[in-house]
């Protein structure tokens, strides 16, 4: 009697998760900027909120979502680190996460703030991006420090936006490691496609790192 071939079948189920984030200062009348900042690979929220505090704590509310795959980082199982997406399963992860920011924004009542900076650093980029483009989100400032926008996006995704009334900036260092020419060039072709002429464009010297003045320029 013949034996019977595996059968190997993936399934999806559905289940309520908690997901931490980090925010530094306290939201005041006096707050003149909400930041909602969107770290790299490899950080956690609470110590990708270092260099924020170099910003003025009374006008500056700043709120870091938590990437949920959480990993060691090196073989030494001591330091940990987050990613938000792989290729793995990467259309069905994205919504998760849309729906794990639209969780804090909602906790923290940031649902039409008109001061707000969205800002995303490396991998925080494409996720940054992605969630605007999809809830439509206005902002004063979006930011799109050291990182790729996402290729599935159009000019189209982003038609809700003035322009004339949101600044948007693009910032990377002339040694980052991670940006080849190649890879600018499809960037900058990005940008004009997406923005146009809109976008401000900003080089500095350094590598894949978060520069404190540059911080304070956007402020």
């Known amino acids: 009697m013949a034996q019977e071939a595996s059968s190997l079948t993936e399934k999806n189920t559905s289940y309520q998760t908690t997901n931490s984030y980090a925010t530094l200062n306290t939201l005041t009348p006096k707050t003149e900027n909400i930041w909602v900042v969107f ?3 490899g950080y956690l929220s609470r110590y990708f909120l270092k260099p924020f505090t170099k910003l003025d704590a009374a006008t500056n509310y ?15 199982y001591k330091y ?3 990613s938000w997406l792989t290729k793995e399963n990467t259309r069905q992860e994205i919504q998760n996460i849309f729906s794990y920011i639209d969780s804090v924004m909602e906790a923290e009542k940031l649902l039409t703030p008109t001061n707000l900076i969205l800002f995303g650093f490396s991998q925080g980029v494409s996720i940054v991006t992605r969630w605007m483009a999809s809830r439509k989100v206005q902002c004063k400032k979006l930011v799109m420090y050291a990182g790729s926008i996402p290729n599935e996006l159009s000019k189209e995704d982003f038609d809700h936006l ?7 900036r693009i910032i990377y260092g002339d040694t980052d490691k991670f940006l080849t020419p190649e890879r600018l060039q499809l960037e900058n ?3 004009i496609k997406l923005f146009g002429k809109h976008a401000n464009v900003r ?17």
């Open 39 to 41: 770290h790299g690979m």
């Open 62 to 76: 700043i709120v870091a979502p938590q990437a949920p795959s959480k990993y060691y980082l090196n073989d030494e």
């Open 80 to 82: 940990v680190g987050a």
């Open 162 to 168: 003035d322009l004339n009334q949101t600044e948007v």
């Open 189 to 191: 072709e990005k940008t």
């Open 203 to 219: 080089k500095f010297e350094g590598g894949h790192e978060i520069k404190i003045d540059l911080l304070k320029e956007l402020v």
